[in-house]
């Protein structure tokens, strides 16, 4: 729990994408494109953006191809080389050339908790970041991940990143309760997952970032399976919360919920306008 550098980030992305079939049925939806670049990919730069270079992702039956995007596809390479369409792959070859990719498979969709319990032989006894490539968080200056890095530096245990909702969304997400310690930073007290309407305990809501520390895993272990039916990482984080300390920390930046049909469109006009913008 000492180390001051994080070097690995985990990505959960096993799941099915129920929401967007039929258009996951044979892709990957962290390969759903924002414009042209998967969502995928906007995780792993804003990971490396932050310093983190190894990337430890966790997949299931059916990914492949988040396998393949991060590898040499020879044939394409020989048909473009020389030609201006290499343009398109800067930031692809920029990612490959800077990142590591491991890969584990989750057998059964038994929640996030276990996704992350799935990836622990790819992590082993260090502190790691978790990026949910579906909410997709972007930001004029340091990204969400790098803000978090550099609080863990200062505090040195579980983070999670946490935006406030209207009182009628909380139960789609966890929520957590606590002690302000600054306008964006709270020492969590309680943590619900995905409430039932009513009783949430703020409007506080988790969104896909967190940096947790290795003392998780034994945690996850002794959990007992919740909201669902599956292993919650929202549980496991409220037992962390109550042996030492977890914080709760209100980032700057948007996010979309790219899991939603209504959150994809709005990131993909949002992008859209900004090539535009740029002039791309
Ligand atoms: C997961 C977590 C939840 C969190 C959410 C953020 O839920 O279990 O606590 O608020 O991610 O996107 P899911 O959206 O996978 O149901």
Known sequence: MSQVAI????????????????ATKAMPKEMMPIVNKPLIQYGVEEALAAGLGEMAIVTGRGKRALEDHFDLNVELEQQIAGTDKEDYLVDIRAVMAQATFTYTRQKSMRGLGDAILTGEPL???EAFAVLLADDLCLTEGPGVLSQMVELYR???????????????????YGVIAGEALRDDLYRVERMVEKPPRGEEPS?????????LTPDIFDILRATPVGRNGELQITDALAEQ???????????????????????????????????????G
């Open 241 to 279: 919360a109550r042996r030492g300390c977890v914080l709760a920390y209100r980032f700057v930046g948007r996010r979309f919920d790219c899991g939603s049909v209504p959150g994809y469109v709005a990131a993909t006009n949002y992008c859209y306008q900004g090539m535009l913008a740029e002039g």
């Open 203 to 211: 409007r506080l809501a988790i969104i896909g970032r967190y940096i």
């Open 7 to 22: 070097s690995k980030c985990l990505f959960p992305a096993a799941g099915y994408g129920t929401r967007f079939l039929p």
């Open 123 to 125: 992590i082993g006894d």
């Open 154 to 172: 200062q505090f040195r245990c579980s983070i999670v990143a946490i935006e406030e909702v209207p009182a009628e969304e909380t139960h789609k």
